[in-house]
């Protein structure tokens, strides 16, 4: 059956698209314009890297896709309504103009104002097919839906202070065609299962010229396409984390250059993200977001700042490059310093980590051997995905490329933390390292060097109370000392000055890492993080830098299972415990 009337949601499904948008905006504009956030940056003049679909024409040309294919398994009850939004960008080309005596205009390469340097630029249009179906509808052949979006050409005129006309902006935009097919087919089994599969396609009927480039490319294509599903009456079933009996039916289903999440609060079922970026279920916007920033792989604290060191000039360029770039620069200008604390960190939850009969930083029993501090709680480091974003966490490691605390955590600064707070979906989190000095916050991962934090009193950023005293401070537990305290590896005391072999694993490891497996490491130092882990602090063998990280405390940190002892050395390192 093929529709060709877009479709009016009722209210309630009106709701829950926009509650899906959130996370679905940063999709769209991912990586729009990135910083320094002016036209003139090498980075921004290679756009439009996720959920393009050029004309099929182009397909042979480059290796890009002219479609998106998405498989999900829904459960709809009886009389349901399938409400889908196919979300893009139309990409159109703005040149400047200046006004010329008699009423007469040119194209120039740039259009100085008071305020802003105007300059070419493409700029991207929003875009949505909407469309309404019955499920019973889907049974079958399904429903096809063509849709197109016209050429245009519109101008805008241009003025000074004063009012007067000094220019023009031309933008350009070419026609694209497209078409949505909707299927569903009923699964085998008790349960009322159906798959649902959804093609979005580019159908235009564009051919390039001899020598013809991207750019002509990306203007006849949908730009960061991604779709939202809503059912009325029913649910869908996780992809990424489906019951047991749906793992087969959760196996079959093919999803080519989208990956489709439940989206909206935690615990709903009815909407469904499928996005060229992939995210977890229920993904979110960190509520400490300042706002959009167009960079989920970056950290919204380093951007901010690094956006406020920006000359006036620089910052004119942005303003003239886009819109959305133009808010950047507002944004970063007018942040006020608390608003800039809320992004250093955040605590999401806290949970007991002890018994209860071990006071803090009494001692605890350690499986591996070790004796480590056991505080009576810690923050659980569960950030809410992010981009800025993101981004937005740090994927398994701590800041700084190391393991566990991170290796840019200097022993007594107690200054790493996690950085997985940003505007846009979260690309992973990681153990983290503990918060800086003096604030009260313990991210869990946090390395046990150091006086600690929560040093005064008060309350904090957002109400936090701050004690007056540490709830754990390792300067004054004797049971803690990273200069002698040691750890079983191989049934042999491991502690500083011993020589290991480093044997990074890959669900520890980064790429940094392991480039160093196999290499001989010196130990400084076996520390201890507030959730009882322990890692063991080295520096590499021939580190031409190996005294400077020595002097400032900045190791590696790898885990006791990702060391060996060195053969030559095992009998000293024995002789020498005590």
Same mark, same amino acid.
């Given at each position: 059956?093929?529709?060709?009337?877009?479709?009016?949601?009722?209210?309630?499904?009106?709701?829950?698209?926009?509650?899906?948008?959130?996370?679905?905006? !940063? +999709? %769209?504009?991912?990586?729009?314009?990135?910083?320094?956030?002016?036209?003139?940056?090498?980075?921004?003049?290679?756009?439009?890297?996720?959920? +393009?679909?050029?004309?099929?024409?182009?397909?042979?040309?480059?290796?890009?896709?002219?479609?998106?294919?998405?498989?999900?398994?829904?459960?709809?009850?009886?009389?349901?309504?399938?409400?889908?939004?196919?979300?893009?960008?139309?990409?159109?080309?703005?040149?400047?103009?200046?006004?010329?005596?008699?009423?007469?205009?040119?194209? +120039?390469?740039? %259009?100085?104002?008071?305020?802003?340097?105007?300059?070419?630029?493409?700029?991207?249009?929003?875009?949505?097919?909407?469309?309404?179906?019955?499920?019973?509808?889907?049974?079958?052949?399904?429903?096809?839906?063509?849709?197109?979006?016209?050429?245009?050409?519109?101008?805008?005129? +241009?003025?000074?202070?004063?009012?007067?006309?000094?220019?023009?902006?031309?933008?350009?935009?070419?026609?694209?065609?497209?078409?949505?097919?909707?299927?569903?087919?009923?699964?085998?089994?008790?349960?009322?299962?159906?798959?649902?599969?959804?093609?979005?396609?580019?159908?235009?009927?564009?051919?390039?010229?001899?020598?013809?480039?991207?750019?002509?490319?990306?203007?006849?294509?949908?730009?960061?396409?991604?779709?939202?599903?809503?059912?009325?009456?029913?649910?869908?079933?996780?992809?990424?984390?489906?019951?047991?009996?749906?793992?087969?039916?959760?196996?079959?289903?093919?999803?080519?250059?989208?990956?489709?999440?439940?989206?909206?609060?935690?615990?709903?079922?009815?909407?469904?993200?499928?996005?060229?970026?992939?995210?977890?279920?229920?993904?979110?916007?960190?509520?400490?977001?300042?706002?959009?920033?167009?960079?989920?792989?970056?950290?919204?604290?380093?951007?901010?700042?690094?956006?406020?060191?920006?000359?006036?000039?620089?910052?004119?360029? !942005?303003?003239?490059?886009?819109?959305?770039?133009?808010?950047?620069?507002?944004?970063?200008?007018?942040?006020?310093?608390?608003?800039?604390?809320? %992004?250093?960190?955040?605590?999401?939850?806290?949970?007991?980590?002890?018994?209860?009969?071990?006071?803090?930083?009494?001692?605890?029993?350690?499986?591996?051997?070790?004796?480590?501090?056991?505080?009576?709680?810690?923050?659980?480091?569960?950030?809410?995905?992010?981009?800025?974003?993101?981004?937005?966490?740090?994927?398994?490691?701590?800041?700084?490329?190391?393991?566990?605390?991170?290796?840019?955590?200097?022993?007594?600064?107690?200054?790493?933390?996690?950085?997985?707070?940003?505007?846009?979906?979260?690309?992973?989190?990681?153990?983290?390292?503990?918060?800086?000095?003096?604030?009260?916050?313990?991210?869990?991962?946090?390395?046990?060097?150091?006086?600690?934090?929560?040093?005064?009193?008060?309350?904090?950023?957002?109400?936090?109370?701050?004690?007056?005293?540490?709830?754990?401070?390792?300067?004054?537990?004797?049971?803690?000392?990273?200069?002698?305290?040691?750890?079983?590896?191989?049934?042999?005391?491991?502690?500083?000055?011993?020589?290991?072999?480093?044997?990074?694993?890959?669900?520890?490891?980064?790429?940094?890492?392991?480039?160093?497996?196999?290499?001989?490491?010196?130990?400084?130092?076996?520390?201890?993080?507030?959730?009882?882990?322990?890692?063991?602090?080295?520096?590499?063998?021939?580190?031409?830098?190996?005294?400077?990280?020595?002097?400032?405390?900045?190791? %590696?940190?790898?885990?006791?299972?990702?060391?060996?002892?060195?053969?030559?050395?095992?009998?000293?390192?024995?002789?020498?415990?005590?």
């Amino acid at each position: 059956m093929t529709v060709t009337t877009p479709a009016t949601f009722a209210a309630a499904t009106e709701a829950r698209l926009a509650a899906g948008r959130h996370v679905a905006d !940063a +999709v %769209l504009f991912e990586g729009y314009v990135l910083y320094p956030y002016r036209a003139s940056a090498a980075k921004n003049r290679l756009r439009w890297q996720f959920g +393009v679909l050029v004309p099929p024409a182009w397909t042979a040309t480059a290796a890009e896709h002219d479609h998106q294919h998405t498989e999900v398994l829904m459960e709809p009850r009886r009389g349901a309504v399938l409400a889908v939004e196919v979300r893009f960008l139309h990409a159109q080309r703005r040149t400047v103009q200046r006004a010329l005596p008699g009423g007469e205009f040119e194209t +120039v390469a740039e %259009l100085h104002l008071t305020d802003r340097v105007l300059v070419p630029w493409d700029e991207g249009r929003e875009e949505c097919v909407r469309l309404a179906v019955p499920v019973a509808e889907l049974a079958g052949e399904g429903v096809v839906h063509p849709f197109t979006r016209p050429a245009a050409e519109e101008t805008e005129p +241009v003025t000074d202070g004063s009012g007067e006309t000094v220019g023009r902006l031309v933008r350009r935009r070419e026609e694209i065609g497209g078409v949505l097919r909707l299927a569903a087919l009923p699964l085998e089994g008790p349960y009322s299962t159906q798959r649902l599969s959804v093609t979005v396609e580019n159908t235009g009927d564009w051919t390039p010229e001899a020598g013809a480039g991207r750019d002509a490319a990306l203007s006849r294509s949908l730009v960061a396409a991604h779709t939202l599903l809503h059912l009325d009456a029913g649910g869908f079933l996780s992809l990424t984390d489906p019951p047991e009996w749906a793992k087969g039916a959760v196996g079959a289903c093919r999803n080519l250059h989208t990956w489709p999440v439940l989206a909206g609060e935690g615990g709903s079922r009815d909407l469904v993200l499928s996005s060229p970026i992939i995210l977890e279920d229920h993904p979110a916007i960190a509520p400490e977001s300042p706002g959009a920033l167009y960079d989920a792989t970056e950290i919204d604290e380093i951007l901010a700042l690094r956006t406020a060191t920006l000359t006036d000039e620089e910052k004119r360029e !942005a303003r003239g490059t886009d819109d959305r770039a133009a808010a950047v620069i507002d944004l970063t200008d007018s942040m006020p310093a608390e608003m800039l604390e809320r %992004l250093h960190g955040a605590v999401r939850g806290l949970r007991e980590v002890t018994d209860g009969t071990a006071g803090a930083g009494g001692p605890a029993s350690a499986a591996d051997g070790a004796t480590r501090p056991a505080p009576s709680t810690t923050a659980d480091a569960r950030p809410a995905p992010s981009s800025g974003t993101a981004h937005a966490g740090t994927a398994g490691h701590g800041p700084g490329g190391g393991h566990g605390p991170g290796e840019g955590s200097a022993p007594g600064d107690g200054a790493g933390y996690e950085p997985g707070l940003g505007h846009g979906p979260a690309l992973g989190s990681g153990p983290g390292a503990g918060s800086a000095p003096g604030d009260g916050l313990g991210s869990a991962g946090g390395i046990a060097l150091g006086p600690g934090a929560g040093a005064g009193g008060g309350a904090g950023a957002g109400g936090v109370p701050r004690p007056d005293v540490p709830w754990w401070d390792p300067a004054a537990d004797a049971s803690v000392d990273p200069g002698r305290d040691s750890v079983l590896v191989d049934g042999r005391p491991v502690r500083a000055g011993s020589r290991v072999v480093l044997r990074p694993r890959l669900r520890h490891s980064d790429a940094q890492d392991l480039f160093l497996d196999g290499r001989t490491a010196l130990v400084e130092a076996v520390v201890h993080d507030v959730d009882g882990g322990t890692h063991i602090a080295v520096t590499v063998e021939d580190d031409p830098g190996a005294d400077i990280r020595r002097e400032q405390g900045r190791f %590696l940190y790898f885990q006791p299972d990702e060391v060996a002892v060195a053969e030559d050395i095992a009998e000293d390192v024995e002789e020498a415990a005590p």
